[in-house]
């Protein structure tokens, strides 16, 4: 079975980090294209960052540069390292993987941008990230 699991959200103040990991089993994360996706209560799902198999980004303009994503082949894992964060990220973050679909290719041509009819191959629970200030 094909799976992720979210980890690594909390409670932190404005101005502060933290590092969210999806931990992938069933799959290696070379050989789908990821991303993170966030709600907020009374929002709309949204695309936060993605990146592909080739290596090609995506960051939704209001994290670039404070958010980064990386990944570890050895542990199966991908990382969003937010920094600066502000009140407006706290949501539900969710991971989410495809093998067919580029995500990032895509959100640059607008597309996969939000959760409303997204048929990602493979969804997280999502952690929740709350910020105070």
């Known amino acids: 079975e094909e799976k992720v699991v979210e980890s690594g959200g909390g409670s932190v103040q404005v101005g502060g980090s933290l590092r969210l990991s999806c931990t992938a089993s069933g799959f290696s994360f070379d050989e789908k294209d990821m991303a993170w996706y966030r709600q907020a209560p009374g929002n709309e799902c949204e695309l936060v960052a993605a990146?592909?198999?080739?290596?090609?980004?995506w960051y939704r303009r209001s994290v670039r540069g404070r958010f980064n994503l990386t990944h570890d082949e050895v542990k199966n894992r991908a990382y969003l390292q937010m920094n600066s964060l502000e009140p407006e990220d706290t949501a539900a973050y969710y991971c989410a993987a495809d093998a067919t679909r580029p995500i990032a290719g895509w959100a640059l041509l607008g597309r996969l941008r939000t959760c409303a009819g997204n048929d990602l191959d493979t969804w997280g629970q999502g952690t929740l990230v709350t910020v105070t200030s």
């Open positions: 990146i592909d198999t080739d290596g090609l980004t």
